[in-house]
């Protein structure tokens, strides 16, 4: 029996290419690591010093995207924001905290 290993950027480009998927970030005050990273549907996880984490990635559709709030409810984790785009951001967004370090 043979099986294949999928890695990170051939899942992430095969939901890119998904026609009704959209790449998502997710604003969440709270911490998890990355071993959460599949059951929230794949979302890359970032940690930031602040106490908030973001997840990241893409989700093929509305549904996809209610699972994972409904995951984050059930965690009892506050919900910031949810972002959308078509395409990912070239560079991570910067936090409010990060302009203070370029002064």
């Known amino acids: 029996m043979v099986t294949a290993q999928v890695t990170d950027n ?8 998904h026609p009704g998927s959209r790449f998502f970030e997710i ?6 690591n990355s071993q959460w990273s599949d059951w929230l549907g794949g979302l890359q996880v970032r940690l930031l010093d602040s106490g ?4 990241s990635g893409y989700l093929v ?11 984050l409810y059930n965690l009892n984790l506050t919900l910031l924001s949810v972002n959308s785009e078509i395409q990912p951001p070239l560079q991570p967004r910067m936090q409010p905290s990060d302009d203070a370090s370029l002064a």
């Open 10 to 17: 051939e899942a992430c480009n095969a939901l890119a290419s």
């Open 52 to 55: 908030e984490m973001i997840l």
């Open 27 to 32: 604003y969440v005050k709270g911490h998890l």
């Open 61 to 71: 559709d509305q549904a996809a995207l209610m699972g994972v709030l409904n995951r």
